[in-house]
């Protein structure tokens, strides 16, 4: 599992540095897109899904608020609270990303008849649930 990883995380850095984000830019930002329009999420949301520290989660909004991916607004629910939203420029560098990541997924596994490929994608849901389970544990 570790040679296998490491493959897809270089596999993955090659995406995102071809789209012009680090990994960790598309994990914010994937966070944001997948929570649908209009993409916007609390701070504590993002560090619960990219699994980072409150600090350095405000280190990685404040980056990416100056290269203009995301912006701050006001929560409109509480006055005190952020919402942090993703921009046109941060939607059209994720979506990028994504659909180059999709193809070099696709590359990987191409070679897999597609009933292997089927179910290796049931198990790794299973393993995902598996991990997620163990982790609330964990806490």
Partial sequence: M???????DRVRVQAFDRSGLTAWEFDVLAVLRRGGAPYRQ???????QTMVSSGTMTNR???M????LVRRLTDPNDGR???VEMTEQGQTLVDAAM?????A??????????A?????ATLLRHLAISVDRFELGSE
Avoid: C
């Avoid at 608020?65 to 203009?68: F, I, N």
């Fill in 2 to 8: 570790t040679r296998i990883t490491k493959h897809i």
């Fill in 42 to 48: 609390s701070p504590k949301v993002l560090v619960k």
């Fill in 61 to 63: 909004i404040d980056r």
């Fill in 65 to 68: 608020v100056e290269r203009e």
């Fill in 81 to 83: 609270g952020v919402l």
């Fill in 99 to 103: 659909t180059r990541l999709a193809d």
């Fill in 105 to 114: 997924e696709e590359r990987l596994i191409g070679g897999m008849p597609r």
């Fill in 116 to 120: 292997e490929r089927e179910r290796l």
